[in-house]
């Protein structure tokens, strides 16, 4: 694991409980199976093995000792075979009667990353993201004997061919083509695997009528003054069929409770039913809310309100969802000597300590909620009250948020572009802009979340790295590949947040300008090389402050107990 560094109202539990019934002739129930099972079989090959889902093919034949562990051995060839090879995972399934009279969705939560998939030789969609998760609707394509397959295809021949695409090379190879986690292309402290597998569970739902799925939540407004918050709530409903639905919308405040009483006590503070119209397809469905008084998620100062739930129950189907409230604005205000990067929380500036967090390990399936949990503990015991997932990684699991949330631990969340000029054909923006929507949608509700960053180290190095001249393009290259990155990072992101949770703050690239450079001490924020990669002397962290610092660091061993377990013993 690398860490790069960084530089009350009484407790209330809001809850808001959405009923939404549909017409008596209605009956909202669903059911939910993990499918399960899974074998894969590579280039058509006899030998089927056991996959594990979630998990991804190097890790599995890892396990029946196939090929070498990259941990402790060389494995390259082993891998790079992988990267070229056509990979199959097949699953057996059966459906009842009475679940095969009812709609049907298969939901897969992640796919890594080139993928066919087929359901009873139907093909369902093709996958050419691992950040997208993917619901697909199966009502009449399941039987009661089913059969599901994903079919990966070379992640080596994929990207070739997207190459040959364009005219001239994009900086840092082939792995721009890929909406895939950077950093497994292999980076200062990771070494070359390209993982393949479903990443994230499958999920078979059974309803009548009506799916719901993505319920988030996103402050509009918060009065720091008198508490006073507007929220937005929204969730999607599918369905197959026109028709009418009746929500009751009730907004709940739990109150504190004596030694003499039983139980929780509930003050309503705001009731609705409304009638909405659902066409056939999927809906999505927002209610403005507004709270007085509201209970404040702190983080840093007192205590911190984020026990919040809103909860949808469609007459047995329900959706789940954390939120609280609070206020974060982004102060840059100029002077004389540059201009300020502070960060306001609930009115009140905030001095940000930290670090940044990079993937836990190689394998992104085979780590735990629990390795993620104790990051943030070990953080908090710290003193640290900000922490950056870098964008060369994959968006972390909510378990990380969750425990951000719960120690009050703001996050500058990248997305995941990192040190390199990307395409900007309708394909891959297509694909982007369903992820960014996916993920903010996902992470918006978290009170945790401070800021939304485009990318890591792009914009620094398009301006300072040498690219241009590098890769000798012409002025009409040039100004295509700086356009690509204007579309993306200055005009497609921040028009899906602001579609999404407008208040929330957007930086297009972290940092706004190089570590050599005057500017970087004097405005937005800075990643400072200048120790380590720069052959600088310590001494240089008391001189060289910006208004932020958003990364820096410097490569260091690990334990002795870590060595000894993959070096082996150590001689004295």
């Given at each position: 694991?690398?860490?790069?560094?960084?530089?009350?109202?009484?407790?209330?539990?809001?809850?808001?409980?959405?009923?939404?019934?549909?017409?008596?002739?209605?009956?909202?129930?669903?059911?939910?199976?993990?499918?399960?099972?899974?074998?894969?079989?590579?280039?058509?090959?006899?030998?089927?093995?056991?996959?594990?889902?979630?998990?991804?093919?190097?890790?599995?034949?890892?396990?029946?000792?196939?090929?070498?562990?990259?941990?402790?051995?060389?494995?390259?060839?082993d891998?790079?075979?992988?990267?070229?090879?056509?990979?199959?995972?097949?699953?057996?399934?059966?459906?009842?009667?009475?679940?095969?009279s009812?709609?049907?969705?298969?939901?897969?939560?992640?796919?890594?990353?080139?993928?066919?998939?087929?359901?009873?030789?139907?093909?369902?969609?093709?996958?050419?993201?691992?950040?997208?998760?993917?619901?697909?609707?199966?009502?009449?394509?399941?039987?009661?004997?089913?059969?599901?397959?994903?079919?990966?295809?070379?992640?080596?021949?994929?990207?070739?061919?997207?190459?040959?695409s364009?005219?001239?090379?994009?900086?840092?190879?082939?792995?721009?083509?890929?909406?895939?986690?950077?950093?497994?292309?292999?980076w200062?402290?990771a070494?070359?695997?390209k993982?393949?597998?479903?990443?994230?569970?499958?999920?078979?739902?059974?309803?009548?009528n009506?799916?719901?799925?993505?319920?988030?939540?996103?402050?509009?407004?918060?009065?720091v003054?008198?508490?006073?918050?507007?929220?937005?709530?929204?969730?999607?409903?599918?369905?197959?069929?026109?028709?009418?639905?009746?929500?009751?919308?009730?907004?709940?405040?739990?109150?504190?409770?004596?030694?003499?009483?039983?139980?929780?006590?509930?003050?309503?503070?705001?009731?609705?039913?409304?009638?909405?119209?659902?066409?056939?397809?999927?809906?999505?469905?927002?209610?403005p809310?507004?709270v007085?008084?509201?209970?404040?998620?702190?983080?840093?100062?007192?205590?911190?309100?984020?026990?919040?739930?809103a909860?949808?129950?469609?007459?047995?189907?329900?959706?789940?969802?954390?939120?609280a409230?609070?206020?974060?604005?982004?102060?840059?205000?100029?002077?004389?000597?540059?201009?300020a990067?502070?960060?306001?929380?609930?009115?009140?500036p905030?001095?940000?300590?930290?670090?940044n967090?990079?993937?836990?390990?190689?394998?992104?399936?085979?780590?735990?909620?629990?390795?993620?949990?104790?990051?943030?503990?070990?953080?908090?015991?710290?003193?640290?009250?900000?922490?950056?997932?870098?964008?060369?990684?994959?968006?972390?699991?909510?378990?990380?948020?969750?425990?951000?949330?719960?120690?009050?631990?703001?996050?500058?969340?990248?997305?995941?572009?990192?040190?390199?000029?990307?395409?900007?054909?309708?394909?891959?923006?297509?694909?982007?802009?369903?992820?960014i929507?996916?993920?903010v949608?996902?992470?918006?509700?978290?009170?945790?979340?401070?800021?939304?960053?485009?990318?890591?180290?792009i914009?620094?190095g398009?301006?300072?790295?040498g690219?241009?001249?590098?890769?000798k393009?012409?002025?009409?290259?040039?100004?295509?590949?700086?356009?690509?990155?204007i579309?993306?990072f200055?005009?497609?992101i921040?028009?899906?947040?602001?579609?999404?949770?407008?208040?929330?703050?957007?930086?297009?690239?972290?940092?706004?300008?190089?570590?050599?450079?005057?500017?970087?001490?004097?405005?937005?924020?800075?990643?400072?090389?200048?120790?380590?990669?720069?052959?600088?002397?310590?001494?240089?962290?008391?001189?060289?402050i910006?208004?932020?610092?958003?990364?820096?660091?410097?490569?260091?061993?690990?334990?002795?107990?870590?060595?000894?377990?993959?070096?082996?013993?150590?001689?004295?």
């Open positions: 694991m690398v860490i790069r560094k960084m530089r009350g109202n009484k407790s209330a539990f809001l809850i808001l409980f959405f009923l939404l019934a549909g017409f008596s002739s209605i009956a909202q129930q669903i059911s939910k199976r993990v499918i399960g099972d899974w074998t894969l079989t590579i280039n058509g090959d006899r030998n089927n093995y056991k996959a594990t889902v979630p998990g991804d093919v190097q890790s599995d034949l890892i396990k029946e000792k196939k090929i070498a562990n990259p941990y402790f051995e060389n494995a390259d060839g891998l790079s075979k992988l990267e070229k090879s056509t990979i199959i995972y097949q699953c057996d399934f059966s459906c009842a009667d009475i679940e095969l009812k709609s049907a969705t298969l939901r897969f939560n992640g796919i890594d990353t080139y993928a066919k998939v087929y359901l009873n030789d139907s093909l369902l969609y093709v996958n050419d993201n691992m950040f997208l998760s993917k619901d697909v609707y199966v009502s009449g394509i399941l039987k009661k004997e089913n059969h599901l397959v994903v079919r990966f295809l070379p992640i080596d021949s994929v990207e070739q061919a997207k190459s040959k364009l005219p001239y090379q994009l900086p840092e190879g082939n792995r721009v083509f890929s909406r895939k986690a950077q950093y497994q292309y292999g200062d402290f070494q070359k695997i993982t393949i597998g479903i990443w994230k569970p499958v999920e078979l739902f059974f309803y009548n009506v799916f719901l799925s993505d319920l988030s939540l996103t402050t509009n407004k918060l009065n003054t008198d508490y006073q918050c507007n929220q937005t709530v929204e969730f999607y409903a599918s369905t197959d069929t026109t028709i009418n639905c009746k929500y009751y919308l009730s907004v709940l405040n739990k109150q504190i409770v004596t030694q003499f009483e039983i139980g929780p006590v509930w003050k309503t503070l705001v009731e609705r039913d409304t009638v909405v119209s659902l066409k056939k397809g999927k809906n999505t469905i927002r209610i809310i507004s007085k008084n509201a209970g404040i998620w702190d983080p840093g100062r007192g205590e911190r309100n984020f026990s919040y739930w909860t949808i129950d469609f007459n047995g189907q329900k959706l789940f969802n954390r939120f409230f609070r206020d974060i604005q982004l102060d840059q205000t100029k002077n004389e000597k540059g201009a990067f502070k960060f306001i929380v609930n009115g009140k905030l001095f940000m300590k930290g670090c967090i990079v993937p836990a390990g190689m394998f992104p399936a085979s780590t735990p909620d629990s390795v993620y949990f104790n990051l943030v503990k070990m953080a908090s015991e710290a003193n640290m009250n900000m922490l950056r997932v870098w964008g060369g990684g994959y968006y972390l699991p909510d378990a990380f948020y969750d425990a951000c949330d719960q120690y009050g631990i703001l996050v500058w969340q990248d997305f995941m572009f990192a040190c390199a000029m990307y395409p900007g054909d309708t394909v891959f923006m297509n694909s982007v802009r369903e992820e929507s996916q993920q949608k996902r992470l918006s509700s978290h009170p945790c979340i401070a800021l939304f960053c485009g990318n890591n180290e914009s620094e398009w301006n300072n790295w690219w241009q001249s590098q890769f393009y012409s002025s009409s290259d040039s100004s295509k590949i700086q356009n690509d990155y579309n993306l200055e005009e497609l921040p028009s899906v947040i602001d579609s999404i949770a407008p208040q929330t703050i957007y930086w297009p690239s972290s940092p706004k300008n190089g570590w050599g450079r005057k500017n970087s001490l004097t405005e937005g924020d800075c990643h400072y090389w200048g120790v380590w990669w720069g052959f600088e002397p310590f001494a240089n962290y008391h001189n060289r910006p208004r932020f610092m958003s990364e820096y660091g410097f490569q260091g061993y690990p334990s002795n107990q870590l060595l000894m377990k993959y070096a082996g013993s150590i001689d004295s």
